[in-house]
């Protein structure tokens, strides 16, 4: 097996994190190439995502990223370019988070147990008020208004919500706002209306966006999967994250089936905790599990999980989850599992 891999740590615990994930990659036989795309770069050089970044991308089967963020470029310009323009470059369309609880003592629901809280959510990734688009008048004044458009294309609503029906298995459940926005809410339910019946086994779900971010507190086990637009999947992975033991636990998927993925830590580059060796890796470990499984390995991916499961079983964690481990004790750990 020759597969290729780009790595790209990034800033702040990014590069911390990745340490740790990217040995579990290269021993199981992946070529690693690293790119040093981030703050630094963006400011001793001026370049964010290099001009040829996505041509070269196009040789690996898959991207393992760390976080950007740096105090030092407050409006995260150099972020901007970078995440969202290989997420829009490579139209990695489908933002898959998983919300699994791997420990009944990592959620802060009463009464919910790890079979409870086990679904996934399925965040559009290419459109919505994210594109930057809108105006800013009369900036600076009591009169000062703004506008951010939030575009969303009958294409590209189809596309994720027909991703979610193939990879479910009982349900699927939109999240939106169509009593309250009106066009883009209309769209996104129209279509799930008109692709849910292709999918006879599956039983499609609807929930205000709202309703539904309650729902995922008190009673989380009626999901499987949950498809949602770019804003509301943003908000909605944090407070999935929130109920399953926090951002050092998040993963992520950002792919287009067919194509390369990029996969990565829900958490930015938490620069409170940078250089301490503080961060959490197990989120970083979990997206390489992710990457394993979209090349389709999937046994040694079951292995990391149970790997982590175990470092969180025995306590092996990092300040985060009320461990005293530092970030390359519980990388280390992890490892030596596998
Ligand atoms: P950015 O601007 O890059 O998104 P941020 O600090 O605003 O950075 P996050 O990095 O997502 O946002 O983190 C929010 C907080 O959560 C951090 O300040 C940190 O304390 C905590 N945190 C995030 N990731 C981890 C991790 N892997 N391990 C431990 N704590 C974490």
Known sequence: MSKKIAVIPGDGIGPE???????VLEQLGFELTHFGWGA??????????PPDALKNLSDFDAIYFGALGDPRIPDMAHGREILLGLRTGLDLYANMRPIQLLNNKLTCLKNKTCDDINFIIFRENTQDIYGGHGSASNKNTPQET????????????ARIITQAFECAQKSVTLGHKSNAIKFGGALWQRVFNEIAPKYPKIK????????????FVRAPEQFEIVVTSNLFGDI??????????????????????????????????????????????????????MLLDFLKLFEPAKKLREAVKQAIE???CTPDLGGQKTTQEVGSFIRAQL
């Open 314 to 316: 025995r306590n092996i």
């Open 17 to 23: 994190v990745i340490a740790e994930g990217a040995p």
């Open 40 to 49: 630094n770069k963006w400011l001793s050089e001026g370049i964010g995502l």
């Open 204 to 215: 499609a779900k609807q929930l205000y966006i709202d309703t539904m971010a309650m729902e």
């Open 146 to 157: 703004t506008i951010d458009e939030s575009r969303h294309t009958y294409a590209g609503v």
């Open 236 to 289: 909605l992975t944090d407070l999935g994250a929130g109920i399953t033991g926090g951002l050092g636990l998040a993963a992520s998927a950002n792919i287009h089936p067919g194509r390369i993925g990029l996969f990565e830590p829900v958490h930015g580059s938490a620069p409170d905790i940078a250089g301490q060796n503080k961060a959490n890796p197990m989120a970083a470990f979990l997206s390489a599990a």
